[in-house]
């Protein structure tokens, strides 16, 4: 006689396997769609010039057909790769100049132009005011350590009111590392980290599940003994 029990664990127990590997592989997969379909709804204004009756369905009245979506994201890459070799010359940075001034001389949007700027500089630049290194620090109280990145050093204006070289610490927050909270460290209380800065990101985007790896090589170096001088 068969068991319910045991077909109910067996179904449950090979449900939630195939789960684990299935979920993964369908989420990733929506996403990709999602990204495509979103983007493509913003570059396909590239296609302005061509008749719709080539680029829709239903004779132009239609949506766009995935293929000439996919001619739009390519085009609209050439044209990023472009303006990126470009505004590595005089005359480039020249336009570039006066386009984003024409942006800041705009109410509300200067706000919104300036705000996505910092963010940005702040996570990929590899300027003073980007992430300069990642460490762990005592927050948001002591015994709890919580990962952060240095995003300056000994601010006078707060040190003279302590006794400490004060760093400023960009503590974010998960799964999105663009928020946090700006947190004044003594130096000798942080604990700097080996590792860059977009394993940082990463980290704190999945998590804390991925982390990053230590060499084995590396630990294999550390571990040998000094090598003796020959007499």
Not at 133 to 152: A, H, M, N
Request: aromatic fraction near 12%; proline fraction near 5%.
């Amino acid at each position: 006689m068969i068991n319910s029990k045991n077909i109910l664990h067996w179904f449950r127990s090979n449900f939630f396997a195939g789960l684990a590997i299935v979920l993964p592989i369908i989420i990733s997969v929506g996403i990709l769609i999602w990204l495509f379909g979103t983007i493509s709804g913003l570059t396909d204004t590239l296609l302005f010039f061509l008749p719709k009756e080539w680029t829709h369905r239903d004779n132009g009245t239609g949506p766009v057909y995935w293929y000439w979506s996919l001619v739009s994201l390519v085009a609209s890459i050439l044209i990023i790769c472009a303006t990126g070799n470009l505004v590595r010359y005089y005359i480039g940075k020249k336009l570039f100049l006066i386009f984003e001034n024409a942006i800041l001389r705009i109410p509300l949007l200067n706000k919104i132009y300036s705000t996505i700027k910092q963010i940005n500089e702040a996570f990929t630049s590899t300027k003073k005011s980007s992430f300069k290194q990642v460490v762990l620090c005592e927050f948001p109280r002591k015994g709890i350590y919580s990962v952060g990145f240095i995003t300056g050093d000994s601010h006078k204006a707060f040190s003279n009111h302590t006794t400490d070289n004060l760093i400023s610490v960009f503590v974010p927050t998960t799964p999105n590392p663009t928020t946090g909270f700006i947190v004044l460290v003594p130096e000798q209380e942080l604990i700097k980290l080996d590792m860059s800065v977009s394993e940082g990101i990463k980290f704190i985007i999945t998590l804390g599940s991925v982390s990053p790896e230590i060499d084995s090589d590396e630990i294999k170096i550390a571990q040998l003994p000094p090598i003796k001088e020959l007499k």
